[in-house]
């Protein structure tokens, strides 16, 4: 099925490309897209709950959807990435002749030794998504887009070839910063890493975006506008 896309601000701002975490509904997203919207953004949101279910046949997303979003946003846009969104952000870009910038948030390649035991959500990344064999039969045998044509390997990232801006979520403990660091250092290109210090408690994973949205505009922002970086 297709992915239900749903937009947020002025129909003439430039707009934000937003690929969620899988964990994070539109409703999680709001301040987020609300901040943005504020900043004089249109917001372009990739539900990839498809807006009643999970969908886990990314190939389509990769090839298709974002892109497709993307040529429709014209000049300005970014594409944004959070989590599980940062890895189909990155290969949806690593495939387009002219990419836009990407910028990735609490985006990473957990290392098990160094980590811990990746989490559900770790493991929903690049190389672990071809070992999702028991994810897929826990939700009744649905079909791997990622895996299934390969686009899930990590040299794919080679093909990145446009500004990226790696965030990482201070107090993250399910994509913590040596994740964020370990991928920016995997890509091709030169990545600027910034950290956000967050007010939220405990694993700030998802937490950020109902303390801290505006502050992470604002940073992305001044990237995107190139005072930063």
Do not use: C
Not at 57 to 68: L, Q, R
Request: no cysteine; net charge negative.
């Amino acid at each position: 099925m297709s992915t239900t896309v749903i937009r947020f601000g002025d129909s003439d701002a430039p707009a934000v490309v937003l690929v969620p975490e899988l964990a994070a509904t539109v409703r999680t997203m709001r301040p987020l897209t609300a901040a943005w919207v504020a900043a004089g953004r249109r917001v372009v949101v990739l539900d990839l709950y498809g807006g009643s279910r999970p969908t886990f046949d990314y190939g389509p997303v990769i090839a298709d959807e974002i892109p497709a979003e993307i040529e429709a946003a014209g000049r300005g846009a970014l594409l944004v990435g959070f989590g599980f969104g940062g890895h189909l952000a990155l290969l949806a870009a690593a495939g387009m002749m002219a990419a836009p910038p990407v910028v990735t948030i609490a985006t990473g390649i957990p290392d098990e030794d160094t980590d811990g035991r990746p989490s559900l959500l770790q493991r929903l990344g690049f190389d672990g998504l071809a070992k999702l064999g028991d994810l897929n039969r826990m939700f009744g045998g649905v079909r791997d887009g990622l895996s299934a044509d390969g686009s899930g390997n990590l040299d794919r990232l080679n093909d990145v070839r446009t500004r990226v801006l790696a965030v990482g979520i201070d107090g993250d403990r399910t994509i913590p910063l040596s994740a964020v660091d370990r991928l920016a250092d995997r890509l091709a290109v030169p990545v600027v890493r910034i950290d956000i210090a967050t007010s939220a408690r405990g694993d700030t994973h998802l937490k950020w975006i109902g303390s801290d949205a505006p502050r992470v505009v604002t940073a992305i922002e001044a990237w995107s506008s190139g005072s930063v970086g």
